[in-house]
C-alpha cells in the first residue's frame, strides 16, 4: 500500500496547512518516515509526485535535514552535534565515550539493533554544548557520568529522565501537537 492510499487523511491535513504546496515537503518526509523508521526511494517519489516537485528535489531536502534517515537506524538514533561551538567544549571527547560504551562509530548501529550513533553538523544549541539528540530529545552539557545515565535508561527503561525535551510540528493554530 503506498503513503496516499495509507494516510490519506493525514496528507489531506498537511496539504490543507499550505498554501503553496512545496511547504508541505518536510512534513510529508517526516510522515513517510514513521512508516519504517527511514524513508524509501519509492516514499520520495511519491511525495514527489503529489508536490509536483522532482524526485532529485525530494532527495535534496531528505538528506540535508538531520531529522530524516535515508536508511534503518536504531531504535535510539543518538546524533551528536559536531559543529564549531559544540566542539570547542568537548564534543569529540563525548563521539570517544560512544565509541567505547556502544562499541561503534559514527554511521553504525551496535549488533542488537539498539543503537545508531550519527554525528551531525549542527542541533540549534550552541549555547549548552556539547550537545546531542536521541530520537525526538535533547541532551545538552553533556557529561560523562550523563552519558553513562543516558545510556542506562535508555537500556533500561526506553526513555530518559535527563531530556529537555521533544520536537513537536505545530498545528494549524500553532500548537505544538
Given at each position: 500500500?503506498?503513503?496516499a492510499?495509507?494516510?490519506?487523511?493525514?496528507?489531506?491535513d498537511i496539504?490543507?496547512?499550505?498554501?503553496?504546496r512545496?511547504?508541505?515537503?518536510i512534513?510529508?518526509?517526516?510522515l513517510?518516515?514513521?512508516e519504517?523508521?527511514?524513508?524509501?526511494?519509492?516514499?520520495?517519489?511519491?511525495i514527489?509526485?503529489?508536490?509536483?516537485?522532482?524526485?532529485?528535489?525530494?532527495?535534496?531536502?531528505?538528506?540535508?535535514?538531520t531529522?530524516?534517515?535515508?536508511?534503518?537506524?536504531?531504535?535510539?538514533?543518538?546524533?551528536?552535534?559536531?559543529?564549531?561551538?559544540?566542539?570547542?567544549v568537548?564534543?569529540d571527547?563525548?563521539?570517544?565515550?560512544?565509541?567505547?560504551?556502544?562499541?561503534?562509530?559514527?554511521?553504525?548501529?551496535?549488533?542488537?539493533?539498539?543503537?545508531?550513533?550519527?554525528?551531525?553538523?549542527?542541533?540549534a544549541?550552541c549555547?549548552?554544548?556539547?550537545?546531542?539528540?536521541?530520537n525526538?530529545?535533547?541532551y545538552e552539557?553533556?557529561?560523562?557520568?550523563?552519558?553513562?545515565?543516558?545510556?542506562?535508561?535508555l537500556?533500561?527503561?526506553?526513555?530518559?529522565?535527563?531530556?529537555?525535551?521533544?520536537?513537536?510540528w505545530?498545528?494549524?493554530?500553532?500548537?505544538?501537537?
Amino acid at each position: 500500500m503506498n503513503l496516499a492510499e495509507k494516510y490519506k487523511d493525514e496528507i489531506a491535513d498537511i496539504l490543507s496547512r499550505y498554501p503553496v504546496r512545496r511547504s508541505a515537503l518536510i512534513p510529508l518526509l517526516y510522515l513517510a518516515q514513521q512508516e519504517n523508521g527511514f524513508i524509501t526511494e519509492g516514499a520520495m517519489i511519491e511525495i514527489a509526485g503529489m508536490l509536483k516537485l522532482t524526485p532529485p528535489q525530494v532527495y535534496e531536502t531528505a538528506t540535508f535535514y538531520t531529522m530524516l534517515n535515508l536508511k534503518k537506524v536504531g531504535k535510539f538514533h543518538i546524533q551528536i552535534c559536531k559543529s564549531l561551538m559544540c566542539a570547542l567544549v568537548g564534543s569529540d571527547t563525548v563521539i570517544g565515550w560512544m565509541k567505547t560504551k556502544l562499541g561503534i562509530g559514527p554511521g553504525e548501529t551496535t549488533a542488537d539493533g539498539l543503537f545508531t550513533l550519527t554525528a551531525v553538523e549542527c542541533l540549534a544549541a550552541c549555547g549548552t554544548g556539547p550537545m546531542m539528540q536521541i530520537n525526538d530529545d535533547y541532551y545538552e552539557r553533556l557529561t560523562e557520568e550523563k552519558v553513562d545515565r543516558i545510556l542506562a535508561d535508555l537500556r533500561t527503561t526506553g526513555t530518559s529522565s535527563m531530556k529537555s525535551g521533544p520536537f513537536m510540528w505545530p498545528d494549524r493554530a500553532g500548537a505544538r501537537v
